[in-house]
């Protein structure tokens, strides 16, 4: 499935469709709601986004699926192939295990690229994302879990050197210590197997103690929860085996702050960790940009962006000129 990146037109009015208050702030819409009344956790296709033009770097759409009362959070992300915590971040009065009959929740699917070659692989650990470069002007994405506190993955240009399908698990030393801690013992070696964490499928880094597999737990993708691994959805990691070669770049990166642009549209994408010092506002838009020739930005929006740190891309300015980036009605 190939997804076209085109610069938005104007807004459908959100009254119409959905009875909402009209509000003015600067972002991209889609107002359709989709049922996921049949198999709520059966992943979608791998979706590829395609820039129209290469020195835009915002691809995707969000839009709301209204919930069935089986559904959870984890279900609908997964579906999706968005992780729990960008989940809970886009819609933080959801309940993240019962959302409820007919509950409206905001699938995030809208990202601003990372400021990295946009060549093979590239991992933002703040918001728990890769990106797969099938070339500059095509990518794909999937939602990552990633090391824990004390256990952080490293940022820094690594390449895949190996490639193992149902791989066994050799637990280090560290690993075992923590386990032992906890008066649990891990054997010397797991076998391949369902009981296995790597999961069917594994990647390793030229930082060989570093791997990006799959996983026996996959309610765990999207969060710091690894002991300094990449960690993806088994469908996804299947899926992604089969397209990279040995050899493949790998690039790490932790930017909680990103800008792009759409178009005349400039886009801020805040995935702040909670409880970290907000940065002063004038720093989050690089002087390059926002020094801009005929760029406008919009102080107040990129202040309340950074505090209500949904995640989500939202306009925050754009080149004086266009009026497309002004007033856009947001449902959102």
């Known amino acids: ?56 770097s915002v691809i995707g759409t969000p839009f709301y699926v209204k919930a069935k009362s089986e559904h959870t959070l984890l279900d609908i992300g997964r579906h999706h192939g968005l992780g729990v915590d960008e989940m ?10 019962l959302p409820g009959e007919g509950t409206a929740v905001l699938t995030p699917d809208r990202h601003v690229l990372p400021d990295a070659p946009r060549n093979g692989i590239v991992l933002n650990l703040a918001e728990r994302r890769m990106y797969y470069y099938r070339s500059p002007t095509e990518v794909e994405t999937f939602s990552i879990g990633i090391g824990r506190d004390g256990w952080e993955t490293p940022v820094g240009s690594y390449r895949i050197i ?53 996983t026996n737990k996959p309610w765990g993708v999207g969060m710091p929860v690894s002991s300094g691994c990449t960690r993806m959805f088994p469908e996804d990691i299947e899926y992604l085996f089969g397209q990279v070669e040995v050899g493949t770049p790998v690039t790490i990166v932790d930017q909680p702050y990103k800008v792009g642009w759409l178009g005349d549209q400039l886009f801020l994408e805040v995935s702040r960790l909670e409880g970290t010092h907000p940065r002063a506002v ?43 980036w002004h007033h856009f009605d947001m449902i959102f």
């Open 1 to 56: 499935m190939t997804i076209d990146t085109v610069r938005p037109m104007n807004p459908p009015d959100p009254d119409r469709r959905t009875g909402a208050k009209r509000r003015l702030r600067p972002i991209v819409w889609l107002a359709t709601l989709i049922s996921l009344s049949v198999l709520p956790v059966t992943p979608t296709l791998a979706k590829v986004y395609r820039l129209i033009d290469p020195s835009d």
């Open 88 to 97: 809970q971040q886009a819609n933080p009065d959801v309940d993240l295990w």
């Open 162 to 214: 190996e490639k193992t399908e149902n791989p066994t698990w050799t637990p280090p030393a560290s690993i075992r210590a923590e386990y032992a801690k906890n008066g649990k013992t891990l054997p010397a070696v797991v076998p391949a197997g369902p009981d296995n964490p790597l999961g069917a499928y594994r990647l390793r880094l030229s930082n060989p103690s570093y791997l990006i597999h799959g």
């Open 282 to 324: 004038e720093e989050i838009i690089p002087p390059s940009i926002a020094k801009g020739d005929g760029v406008v930005i919009d102080w107040d929006e990129v202040k309340r962006v950074q505090q209500e740190n949904t995640g989500l891309p939202q306009v925050v300015g754009g080149r004086q000129g266009s009026k497309s």
